[in-house]
């Protein structure tokens, strides 16, 4: 049968979760704040074998400039088949009229993945983040 892509955010809380722990996410760990999260954000793209959810890029944008693409992920049991790269091409054709469409990879090894699909690492650019989850009891 083959992936299928969709922007449908027809995803449960569990298919989320189960996602996005398996790839170590600590987002994971909190499945009704990610599923809100992703139900409100403005372009959810996900890729499904059968009734699995395997693959989700998260894109957030200001309906004009900038597109962010937040989460790129796919099942370690999937990876390697392409999916990441299809997702990521159905993302720069949806975002092609936008002045930028950014990502910021959580791991710099990840850049070179980017960097197939035509990004560039802007120079003298610097990633920055307050990290809350931690204080949390």
């Not at 996410?25 to 999260?37: D, E, I, N, T």
């Not at 370690?76 to 930028?100: C, F, N, V």
């Amino acid at each position: 049968m083959g992936i299928i892509y969709t922007e449908e955010k027809k995803f449960t809380q569990e298919d989320v979760q189960q996602l996005f722990l398996s790839v170590g996410w600590v987002s994971g760990q909190y499945p009704s704040r990610l599923y809100k999260a992703l139900q409100n954000s403005s372009t959810v793209l996900t890729a499904w074998d059968g009734e699995n959810l395997v693959g989700l890029v998260r894109v957030l944008d200001d309906s004009e400039m900038v597109a962010y693409v937040h989460y790129v992920l796919v099942n370690p049991s999937y990876q390697g088949q392409k999916i990441a790269g299809t997702m990521i091409e159905m993302i720069r054709e949806k975002y092609k009229d936008y002045l930028y469409i950014e990502i910021m990879p959580e791991e710099s090894k990840n850049a070179a993945l980017y960097e197939k699909f035509g990004f560039k690492i802007m120079e003298d650019g610097v990633a920055m983040q307050i990290c809350n989850f931690n204080n949390r009891s």
